[in-house]
């Protein structure tokens, strides 16, 4: 900020009010792109319907997103899986036993995918996104199936689990669970805590299977 020409001094550890502007302005588009989609989906997303539901330029949004949609959209995606891993890293570590680390990677993806418009969009399997979303899908479930594939690995070395199946295929397969129970969240958010109980089932099954 400046007065008569003159920089104001910053506080230190204080973020300057023009750099509040911008992440204010940037999180402004990022919503109004969630919300666009939600509404009218991928195809009616276009750059001006999310600058009108902004209240802003094309010109500003371009500022902050020079690939236009592609970018706000790969942005938003990427957002929520750095907040499902850092959720299940944290539940992660604290818990024991195979079931206990499979629920700790799945409930922060369902906590987040029950959210309005959040796991609608995190769920979504347009095809025509692909392009758009390729850099960033699958970068929270590649990082959970190397986080299940060991702790499969130590539950066979441990011998709660004799399957011969390669672990990195059971860890593959129980993603591949989760993601269809996130699906179901994202349009029955209330149905969360039964999800949870089948994946538990799913993990027993296979220690019983043993």
């Known amino acids: 900020m400046e007065l008569q020409g003159h920089a104001v001094a910053e506080m230190p550890g204080r973020v300057p009010l023009r750099e509040q ?32 539901r902004a209240g802003a330029s094309k010109v500003t949004l371009y500022s902050y997103f020079p690939a236009g949609r592609d970018d706000l959209f790969r942005t938003l995606y990427e957002e929520i899986n750095e907040e499902v891993l850092d959720r299940a890293t944290i539940e992660h570590r604290e818990a024991s036993g195979l079931v206990g680390q499979v629920l700790a990677l799945t409930r922060p993806l369902l906590d987040i995918g029950a959210r309005p418009l959040i796991g609608r969009f995190y769920s979504n399997s347009d095809p025509t996104m692909e392009p758009a979303l390729a850099p960033v899908r ?28 390669d672990p990195g295929v059971l860890a593959e397969l129980l993603v591949g669970a989760t993601r269809a129970a996130l699906r179901q969240v ?6 969360s805590q039964d999800l949870l109980a089948g994946v538990a089932a799913l993990v027993r099954g296979l220690l019983r299977a043993a």
């Open 186 to 191: 994202a349009q029955e958010p209330n149905l």
């Open 138 to 165: 699958g970068h929270a479930s590649r990082a959970v199936v190397r986080l299940l594939t060991d702790d499969i690995t130590e539950a066979r070395a441990a011998g709660t689990m004799a399957s011969e199946v």
């Open 21 to 52: 502007n911008r992440r204010r302005t940037r999180r402004v588009l990022l919503d109004a792109a969630l919300e666009v989609f939600d509404e009218k989906g991928f195809g009616g997303a276009t750059v001006e319907a999310i600058a009108a």
